[in-house]
């Protein structure tokens, strides 16, 4: 049997001004593009992102923002996550 590649999984505990975004990683989480969040209703133009890691093992990803339009944004890494690691981020969103 060939091996499984699993990417990250996210969940959300919020709305789409504010709430907390939680990543498990998958075996084939790298640097980059690890999850991206779509709004469930448009905004007029696009938001100002504010993303906050909840503790260390989050903050040593070194988290960003990017692609952020009406509909959505997406959260990119500077750094490799672990796999089977859980990471938390803070989020608050303005128009």
């Known amino acids: 049997l060939p091996n499984s590649i699993q990417a990250p999984t996210a969940t959300i505990d919020g709305n789409d001004t504010a709430g907390t975004i939680t990543v498990v990683a998958g075996a084939s989480t790298v640097a980059g593009n690890i999850t991206s969040v779509t709004f469930s209703s448009n905004f007029n133009k696009a938001p100002r992102i504010i993303i906050t890691p909840v503790e260390s093992d989050s903050a040593v990803l070194q988290v960003f923002v990017s ?16 796999a089977g690691k859980t990471y938390k981020y803070n989020y608050q969103v303005m128009e």
Request: aromatic letters at 6%; a neutral charge.
């Open 67 to 82: 692609g952020t339009t009406q509909t959505g944004f997406n959260i990119g890494t500077n750094n490799s996550a672990q």
